[in-house]
């Protein structure tokens, strides 16, 4: 074998290595999300985030609903960036760490359909801060949800109102028994 083949060969072996490296780093950065490519945060914001946590609070000041959004966000399109939002915690007013807790919850909300591993930490992180406000927000955002439009039953049909028919013209008869909930 001639040395240039050789030198040729470990090129390519090494071009091959390179590429096979920065596919998997790419591919486990994708594991981690819970949301699709166009529900992301930005890359930049999320690498802003990670080194000074603080950045957000300063931005977002007195606007609880953008930092409980904006949070949410960030932890949906990386999960891994729990410590910052544990030295977030620590820099917070007790009215942010309240919106700081429903951020939380609205994460793992979202996770938990196509990530469950993420929800699950998200929930255990949730447990072991063991932080009022933080608690309360947490529980608060969840009652939120478990009202949601689309959680809500409809109306049974038979008995429940006192007028019938197409245009709610006919009066609707009261002795019609009531339907039991389900």
Known sequence: MQPKTRIRRHRWLGAALIASAVSGLTVTTCRAQCVELSERAAQVDLNAFAKTPSILLESLRNDKEKLKGR???????????LPAVRTLISEATSADRTAIGAALRVAESRCI???PNAARKINAFVQRLQDLAVLTGYSAAGEDQSISPTRVAKQPKGGTGLMTGEFKTDVADPFEPMPLPQ
């Open 71 to 81: 949070l949410a966000a960030y932890l949906v399109s990386n999960p891994e960036l």
């Open 113 to 115: 359909t196509t990530k």
